[in-house]
């Protein structure tokens, strides 16, 4: 399979401020055929900038399973005037459906920079008062821990630092004062007196660095063209880099509990589940992958049983993949469809169902019989 680029949409044609930022229809829970009611990008953003609009003219790809096919795609994700470019909403996406081109560029960068020994890596804001050979990001507030650690281990022998302004809690681009940033533990910060004020974006451009190296032009970020469905792309890359470098802290990944008596193996939440977290074995087991999980509830709000429940930052150290429920299949008698048998009839502990309907029919039934009583006593 070939790993061809693709850019992202632009967020909005008029404000340079957000010319750095993109947006993957395909990733974002928002959109066809998820639609889930996810507004992390939206709550993340100082200046609430953010809104989805729904369009009827484009056309967006999504890959379910192995088929992949074009639908009308009626979402768009618009920034207004009000962005100042300060990505916040890139931390808070854990599909990175949104991207920035700031972050990509600077990734080339460290990429191509040449390791030297006892250099500290110095990270700074564009308020900060620093030399020109210090690493910059228009705000700090941008980078998600997993982002620091990728960088961290382009260069494991050589420390980040973050380069923060002395007031930098009254900042335009803070969220809010009574939270100021708190950089992960093994990250070492040194204030600053701020060289600049505060100002909102500009468009991105490559430094000379980046030229000499062969950097591809500025604009909007790419992406891999066969990598755009819902995924933990950021709890994937927390993961890999916490067991490359001996400083971070253990990830806390989310943890399923099924409840065994009420399960009806229906199928429902490994079929609505948009990064396939969930799976269904042929053999009718339920197979969990924490590591697949994006903790967005779908599967235990959409369960008609109520048997699953959800923890989404498990501390202890749980295998990476669990089967939940043991399979058994049966053939219905009623419709001859094959069907995962629930946890109880596996188990023996139900007696009071018959084992070979399968649980539409037994609905069916249900009505049929509820109907008879209401119309004849």
Known sequence: MSNSPAYAQALTLTNPAAAALGWVSGRCLQSH??????????????????????????????????????????????????????AQCVAACPTEALLSSEHQQLTAELQQLTPEPDRTLKLACHRSATASRNLKVH??????????MVWQNLHPNNPLELLLPEDCAQC???????????PPQWISTQTQTAGRNFHTAAPPSLSRRQLFAGASRAGKPVYSAEDQHPAPRRLHRHYA??????????????????STQTCD???????????????????????????????????????PEQALS?????????????ELRAGRMARCFDCGREFAL?????????????????????KDQALMQGGFASLFG
Not at 310 to 319: F, H, I, M, R
Request: aromatic share 4%.
């Open 241 to 258: 880099a916490s067991q490359r470098l001996p400083q971070a802290p253990a990830v806390r990944l989310p943890f399923m509990h099924l």
């Open 342 to 362: 629930p946890p109880q009839q596996v188990s023996g502990a139900q007696q009071d169902s018959p084992p070979g309907i399968c649980p539409a029919c037994r």
């Open 33 to 86: 055929p998820y639609r889930q009611s996810c507004n992390l990008c939206l709550d993340a953003c100082p200046t609430q900038a953010l809104a989805f609009d729904e369009t009827d003219n484009q056309t967006d790809t999504f890959t379910t399973g192995e088929a992949r096919r074009d639908v009308q795609q009626s979402l768009r994700l618009l920034a207004s005037d009000q962005c100042h470019g300060c």
């Open 172 to 182: 335009q681009a803070q969220p809010d004062a009574s939270q100021p940033l708190s």
């Open 310 to 322: 959800l923890d989404s930052t498990a501390p202890d150290p749980k295998p990476l993949m669990i």
């Open 139 to 148: 705000c700090l507030f941008s980078l998600a821990e997993d982002q620091l």
């Open 265 to 303: 193996a229906q199928g429902l939440c490994s079929r609505l589940c948009p990064s396939q977290a969930l799976t269904t074995q042929d053999d009718g087991s339920l197979i969990f992958n924490r590591l697949q999980c994006l903790a967005c509830n779908q599967c235990v709000e959409a369960c």
